[in-house]
Nanobody, 124 residues
Framework: QVQLTESGGGLVQAGGSLRLSCAAS????????MGWLRQAPGKEREFVAA????????LYADSVKGRFTISRDNAKNTVYLQMNSLKPEDTAVYYC?????????????????WGQGTQVTVSS
């Protein structure tokens, strides 16, 4: 089992940056692909970014490509999401998630474990 705890959310102006962190418990962190997903009020949860267990492969939603960067440090059991050039439409609760699978990481249902989420609010 993996427990995930997000941090780093907050309020930022449009054009600003935030860095989200997700700390994982358990010895098998490096066995999981990791993802960031988000949910805005009144909308379904959507995929943002994912990274393979080794960190050698990443995947991004078109809406964040070129602005967000996902990375991981397996020695620290932590995955990060660097968010630059933030827009008001990026406002959402951001969730960290872990997946046994290495495919279909763009689909929320692929993920096996979820954190509680951290709020990101971008003001215009």
């Amino acid at each position: 089992q993996v427990q995930l705890t997000e941090s780093g959310g907050g309020l930022v102006q449009a054009g600003g940056s935030l860095r989200l962190s997700c700390a994982a418990s358990g010895r098998t962190f490096s066995s999981y692909a990791m993802g960031w997903l988000r949910q805005a009020p009144g909308k379904e949860r959507e995929f943002v970014a994912a990274i393979s267990w080794s960190g050698g492969s990443t995947l991004y939603a078109d809406s964040v490509k070129g602005r967000f960067t996902i990375s991981r440090d397996n020695a620290k059991n932590t995955v990060y999401l660097q968010m630059n050039s933030l827009k008001p439409e990026d406002t959402a609760v951001y969730y960290c998630a872990a997946a046994f699978a290495s495919k279909r990481l763009g689909i929320p249902q692929t993920y096996d474990y979820w954190g509680q989420g951290t709020q990101v609010t971008v003001s215009s």
